[in-house]
């Protein structure tokens, strides 16, 4: 192994995903071996109540178990605190119900690898390829992208896409504060702000394997409320402890 490789770790949160996260693993595990990557994974288990626990357990990678549900955002900041405290170059986070196909790992590392960007960010809605996700959905997704264009002047085509890679710098931030509840809308406006590169980067994605969303579509219009709330609040913070 090239000791002058960056150190990669892949998060893979998860919670209730025994039918799909042996497939995640394994997915990302083969593209470890043929892409010869630095690479550890990491799976934060979410305080599972099926038999994820006792899957992760036999898989190739690394095991956080946490000892209460925090959620996506804080499944993920446990993530990004236990690659910045180890010293990791590059953290990758990858759901854990199968959306996100291993062989495009190399795609959204490219820009991190390359020093184009400080995050990239994997797109289904650039070149319009594989799963599309719902109608309402695409909706939301939409009218973010619109938020994002106002608040920082930053146009993102995916900014609930959860496939995506942070550089050193921005596991350093992402380690002192990452949005709790629904991270990845809110995370953009705290990065752009705080004067990170984003770049987006098409991939396609799948329909989930397993489980069950967090959102549904009745759903679509609080999450779209609340989100905006978690957004202006991130917003006039950072704004705020600018001026001091």
């Known amino acids: 192994m090239n000791v002058d490789q960056p150190r990669i770790l892949v998060i893979v949160p998860c919670f209730n995903e025994q039918s799909a996260i042996a497939g995640v693993v394994r ?5 470890r071996q043929r892409e010869k990557y630095q690479l ?9 109540t099926d038999k994820s626990i006792q899957i992760i357990q036999t898989l190739p ?21 236990y690659a910045y405290q180890r010293g ?3 953290a990758v986070q990858v759901d854990g119900d199968g959306q996100h196909p291993g ?18 960010i994997g797109s289904r809605f650039i070149q319009h390829e594989g799963f599309q996700s719902s109608f309402t959905r695409r909706l939301g997704i939409r009218y ?9 002047g930053k146009t ?12 050193r710098r921005t596991i350093e931030l992402a380690n002192t504060y990452y949005p709790d509840e629904y991270p990845e809308p809110e995370s953009i406006v705290q ?13 396609r994605m799948r329909e989930r394997e397993g489980g069950v969303s967090s959102i549904t579509s009745t759903q679509a219009l609080y999450y779209m409320f609340k989100v905006s709330l978690g957004i202006l609040f991130t917003y006039f913070r950072l704004v705020k402890k600018r001026k001091r």
């Open 40 to 48: 550890d994974i990491l799976v934060v288990n979410d305080c599972s």
């Open 61 to 81: 990678c690394l095991c956080l178990n946490l000892p209460v549900n925090l959620g996506i955002g804080g499944a993920m900041h446990s993530g990004y605190r």
């Open 156 to 167: 993102i085509h995916d900014s609930t896409s959860g496939f995506r890679a942070f550089n």
């Open 88 to 90: 990791y170059d590059i």
């Open 27 to 31: 997915d990302l595990d083969s593209i």
């Open 191 to 203: 990065f752009g702000l705080q004067g990170l590169r984003m770049k987006e980067v098409p991939v």
């Open 144 to 152: 973010f992208r619109w938020l994002n264009q106002l608040l920082i």
């Open 103 to 120: 062989d495009q790992l190399p795609v959204v590392l490219q820009p991190i690898l390359q020093q184009e960007a400080d995050i990239c």
